[in-house]
């Protein structure tokens, strides 16, 4: 069974940055793509990053692109998420989720994922 706590979300000022940080526990391999999803008050669930644990191939949202970058630390059994030039539309609790795949596999943010941390709150204040 495969546990994941995310870690390092806080408040943060329009433009700002903040790393939030996923660590997993029970994994046996490396076979797993990892994604940060996000769930804003109100909104539905949205898919913000995702990267395959194995090669570190990494798939954004367009809305993310290139102020977010998803990294992997396989040694720590830790995923991060790089958060740049934060807005306020994006206060939402930040999830971390994995799902079991080969290991040459493409992460996407659509399909089912599998294992689902708690969640970690991020406010981002005009």
């Known amino acids: 069974q495969v546990q994941l706590m995310e870690s390092g979300g806080g408040s943060v000022q329009t433009g700002e940055s903040l790393t939030l940080s996923c660590v997993a526990s029970?994994?046996?391999?490396?076979?797993?793509?990892v994604g940060w999803f996000r769930r804003a008050p109100g909104k539905e669930r949205e898919g913000v990053a995702t990267?395959?644990?194995?090669?570190?191939?990494?798939f954004y949202a367009d809305s993310v692109k290139g102020r977010f970058t998803i990294s992997r630390d396989n040694s720590k059994n830790t995923v991060y998420l790089q958060m740049n030039s934060l807005k306020p539309e994006e206060t939402a609790t930040y999830y971390c989720?994995?799902?079991?795949?080969?290991?040459?596999?493409?992460?996407?943010?659509?399909?089912?994922?599998?294992?689902w941390g708690k969640g970690t709150l991020v406010t981002v204040s005009s």
């Open positions: 029970g994994a046996t391999s490396n076979k797993y793509c």
């Open positions: 989720a994995a799902t079991l795949r080969p290991s040459w596999a493409i992460c996407n943010l659509t399909g089912e994922y599998s294992y």
């Open positions: 990267i395959a644990l194995s090669y570190g191939g990494a």
